[in-house]
């Protein structure tokens, strides 16, 4: 087993991968000692009042210069922003470090991460339907697109793979995303009494 590489966490709209990797970092925070488990920070053409995440907010032509600097290891366009992942990011010393990337960029993150394991993360369509009218971020015309496009988009699934349905509580879907985590990178991401 591996002491470090990189997990890309793939997933439509309204599946919950931000919830799913806040309750991870707070699961991760408390154990001691802390095990070597990192969040990539993305670059993103959006602002911080937008988002619950803790990006690096940059305008489109910031965002453009550092695209033609070299400075993304990954990046790509979805729903009108511009996402990026620095090469800074990826590199931590004997650790694994997880992204949140997009489904339309899986294989070219493949291609340009050697080890890469992907993580679908699913969720039954009322859940969907639910998350994203509760988040409140798009009208109705825009909900329906995207759970269209939640309907058809479809990702080559490769052994070693992982795949998460966020159907139940949150913390039930984080204590079985830790598992499942866990099991796959060897690091101790449960207290010994839930492992």
């Known amino acids: 087993m591996s002491t470090s590489g990189v997990i890309y966490m793939v997933g439509p709209s309204g599946v919950g991968k931000d919830s799913l990797l806040n309750g991870l970092r707070q699961q991760v925070q408390h154990l001691v000692p802390r095990p070597p488990l990192h969040f990539a920070q993305r670059t993103i053409t959006r602002s911080h009042e937008s988002s619950n995440e803790n990006h690096e907010a940059v305008d489109s032509d910031a965002f453009a210069r550092l695209h033609a600097m070299g400075v993304f290891a990954l990046q790509w366009d979805a ?12 590199v931590q010393a004997n650790g694994w470090v997880i992204v949140n990337g997009s489904r339309a960029y899986a294989e070219q993150a493949r291609a340009r991460v050697p080890g890469l394991v992907v993580l679908h993360v699913s969720a039954p369509q009322a859940a969907l339907h639910a998350r994203l009218a509760h988040r409140g971020r798009e009208d109705v015309g825009q909900m329906q697109a995207r759970m269209l496009r939640a309907s058809t988009a479809s990702l080559e ?6 795949h998460l349905v966020n159907a ?17 990178t060897g690091l101790q991401l449960l207290p010994d009494t839930l492992a």
């Open 157 to 162: 699934v490769r052994d070693g793979d992982l």
């Open 168 to 184: 139940g509580s949150l913390e039930e879907s984080t204590l079985a995303l830790c598992a499942m985590l866990q099991a796959r």
């Open 79 to 90: 729903h009108g922003l511009r996402y990026g992942v620095r090469h800074t990011q990826l």
